[in-house]
C-alpha cells in the first residue's frame, strides 16, 4: 500500500520542477496535492535519458494540476542574458535556461532545483527559488548560552570561556 506523503505545509504551491526533483517526486511517492500547480519544461526528455523521461512523463503527463510548458523564445533570450550577466552562462543547461525562462515567465511560481548555477542566478536576479523537498525540512541549528554571562556559542563548551560558568544547549529553526 502505498502512504501518501504530503509537502511541508509552508511549502510554496506554484513551482517549477528540476529534473532531478521530478525523479525524486516519483522515487518518494511525493503526493502533489490538489491545490499544486506544477510546471515541468516539456524538453525534459533532453535532460533525462530515455527510460527515465518516458517513465517520468507516463506517470504524470495524465495529472490536470502539472503542466508541461515550452517558454517563449524571448524569454529564453532574457535567460540566456541573466545567465550571461551572472557568470554562470557556461555552467547553465539548455535545460536550465529553459526553468529560468519558464519562471521569468511565471513570476508567482518558485524553481524547485539543487542545481548551484541555478541557485545562484536566482538569488542575483530575485527569482525564487527553493531546494528540494528532502533538504527543505527545517533544520535545527543549535547553540550554546551561558547561564550567567548570556554569551552565546555556535560551538559545544562545558563551560563559559568568558565567565566560568555552565552553558546550556538550545536551537533555533532554519
Ligand atoms: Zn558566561
Known amino acids: 500500500m502505498v502512504q501518501e ?7 510554496p504551491k506554484k513551482l ?6 521530478v525523479i525524486q517526486i516519483l522515487a518518494k511517492d511525493w503526493f502533489l496535492t490538489d491545490d499544486c500547480v506544477v ?3 516539456a524538453n525534459i526528455t533532453e535532460e533525462l535519458k530515455s527510460f527515465e523521461s518516458n517513465l517520468v512523463l507516463s506517470l504524470l503527463e495524465n495529472k490536470q494540476n ?6 517563449s523564445s524571448s524569454s529564453f533570450s532574457k535567460a540566456v542574458n541573466l545567465a550571461k550577466q551572472a557568470g554562470e552562462y557556461g555552467r547553465l543547461s539548455s535545460y536550465d535556461l529553459t526553468i529560468i525562462a519558464l519562471a521569468i515567465e511565471n513570476p508567482e511560481f518558485t524553481i524547485i532545483s539543487d542545481d548551484n548555477a ?3 542566478l536566482c538569488k542575483i536576479f530575485n527569482i525564487r527559488v527553493e531546494s528540494s523537498f528532502f533538504k527543505i525540512t527545517k533544520k535545527k541549528k543549535y547553540f550554546w548560552k551561558c547561564t550567567v554571562c548570556g554569551a552565546k556559542f555556535t560551538k559545544k563548551l ?3 570561556p568568558d565567565c566560568g560558568s555552565p ?7 532554519v
Do not use: A, E
Open 5 to 11: 506523503r504530503h509537502l511541508p505545509k509552508n511549502f
Open 16 to 21: 517549477i520542477l528540476d529534473s532531478t526533483v
Open 39 to 41: 510546471i515541468i519544461p
Open 66 to 71: 502539472i503542466l508541461f510548458l515550452i517558454p
Open 118 to 120: 541555478i541557485q545562484n
Open 158 to 160: 562545558v563551560h563559559c
Open 167 to 173: 552553558l546550556k544547549r538550545y536551537f533555533s529553526k
